[in-house]
């Protein structure tokens, strides 16, 4: 029997996952309304697939959600702590409140023997203070322990992610603590054997469970940011940076994923998972180790203000000190969310280069299949549309932010019918140009 605390984007479809694989589970969240959605059967959030599991699952009887702690701790053998740590208001740091709250709440309230699983991505020595926390709140005769098991979900994929992981990694103290979280995921292992697939388990210590998370995603931030460097060279130079990404990328030791040169890197993990890093190692001592990741971070910024500089250039504006002026043009943006697929518009490249395009005077009309009900959240001052043709109607400048496959499949010759000018900046490289420049578009992509 598992719990996840947390029902967001990860401790949702976790809980819904593993209901799929066979487990009695219980979903805990504080937000009422959240738990009231996924109770009926609603995902709060874009993520393919997801739906009719949850609904299957909620049918079979071996998924629950509640918003009572009591109930959570009576229920489960395993509690999974799935709740956001987001970046401090002040500084780089993780937030860590959440993770607090609710494992004290928790462990107060156990009155058997259970194991705390922390999956959240957590400063390395998090799960030591957890220790401490359920030493202090919970029955000091129960037993109680912690251990950690990061995941690796990309939105998207998440269903896939869950079921079938490319490794599982968990950091434990104790023989019981590995035993039971083996029995928490014994039915991803079996459906790997059932498939004939092996998923590899690594077991370490806490912190190198808890580092194993923040050293993918940075680096995964830094083979995207250094494409993006690459792509900066090959605009001066006159390269292509997207022949240069497949060249090297034929070599299986540096791989083709990944490789992706654009606007950049957004989304709830790359860009705070690569910060609240930093400010950990600073904290260790260790902050010169990961002074590169501050490089990182500026070369993926610096690509959201390349756009607002190719947008002055195409459209014949003079960029002043304050930034170009981009008063009386009109600009359509497609795409919201931080990558397709996705609703998602924490830290999006698409909806800042949007703000940053209306704040230099453009009137700026955007359009997104999935993310406009929480990009109009974010960014209310955006003008939306409900459809392509409708964002494109009049514009003199259209940048293509997030590659739906809707936009890569739109034909140039029947937008170009649409336009004030057919000028289009193609931010994620993902246009097929000769056909674009066929139907009399000017094209600009990034870094070629
Ligand atoms: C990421 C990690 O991939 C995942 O393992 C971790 O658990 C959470 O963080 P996610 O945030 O869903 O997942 O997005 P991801 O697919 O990694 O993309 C992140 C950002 O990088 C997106 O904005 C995407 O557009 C951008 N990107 C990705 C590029 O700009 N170029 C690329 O080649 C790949």
Request: charged share 25%; hydrophobic share 45%; with cysteine.
């Amino acid at each position: 029997r598992l719990s996840f605390l947390g029902t967001g984007y990860l401790g949702a479809t976790y809980a819904i996952c593993f209901a799929e694989l066979g487990y009695e589970v219980v979903g805990f969240d504080v937000d009422e309304a959240k738990i009231a959605k996924l109770a009926g059967g609603q995902v709060p959030f874009h993520e393919p697939g997801l739906d009719e599991l949850l609904r299957a699952n909620l049918a079979s009887g071996r998924l629950r959600f509640c918003t009572s702690y009591e109930e959570v701790a009576d229920f489960a053998d395993v509690h999974f702590i799935c709740v956001g740590t987001p970046q401090r208001a002040e500084g780089m740091g993780a937030d860590l409140t959440f993770v607090e709250t609710s494992v004290t709440r928790l462990a107060a309230r156990l009155r058997r023997r259970a194991l705390i699983v922390g999956k959240s991505t957590v400063p390395v020595g998090t799960a030591e203070w957890v220790e401490q926390l359920v030493a202090r709140h919970a029955d000091a005769g129960l037993g109680v322990e912690v251990a950690w098991s990061p995941e690796f979900l990309q939105e998207g994929f998440a269903v896939e992610d869950v079921l079938r992981p490319n490794r599982i990694v968990v950091g434990v103290r104790t023989e019981w603590a590995n035993a039971m979280l083996y029995a928490a995921h014994k039915g991803v292992f079996d459906l790997a054997a059932a498939e004939d697939r092996e998923v590899p388990l690594v077991v370490t210590d806490f912190a190198t469970a808890e580092l194993v998370k923040v050293a993918a995603n940075a680096f995964l931030a830094t083979k995207i940011s250094f494409i993006n460097a690459m792509a900066e060279v090959c605009e001066v130079a006159g390269g292509d940076v997207t022949q240069l990404a497949k060249s090297i990328g034929y070599d299986p030791r540096i791989g083709n994923r990944f490789l992706q040169a654009g606007v950049g890197f957004g989304g709830g993990c790359l860009p705070k998972d690569i910060r609240a890093f930093q400010a950990r190692a600073q904290e260790l001592g260790a902050g010169e180790a990961l002074r590169f990741l501050h490089e990182v971070d500026l070369v993926n910024t610096r690509r959201r203000a390349r756009v607002l500089g190719l947008a002055a250039r195409l459209l014949g504006r003079r960029s002043g000190p304050a930034g170009p002026d981009l008063s009386g043009t009109r600009i359509a943006v497609l795409g919201a969310a931080f990558k397709p697929n996705s609703d998602d518009v924490r830290d999006s490249p698409a909806l800042a280069i949007a703000a940053a395009l209306a704040k230099a005077g453009a009137e700026v009309r955007v359009y997104d299949p999935q993310a406009i009900e929480n990009a109009r959240r974010v960014a209310p001052q955006l003008t939306y549309s409900l459809s392509l043709d409708g964002c494109l109607a009049g514009a003199d400048l259209v940048c293509v932010l997030t590659e739906w496959a809707e936009f890569r499949n739109a034909d140039p010759q029947a937008l170009g019918a649409l336009v004030a000018g057919k000028l289009v900046i193609d931010g994620r490289n993902c246009l097929d140009e000769p056909l674009w420049t066929a139907a009399g578009w000017t094209y600009r992509g990034m870094g070629r």
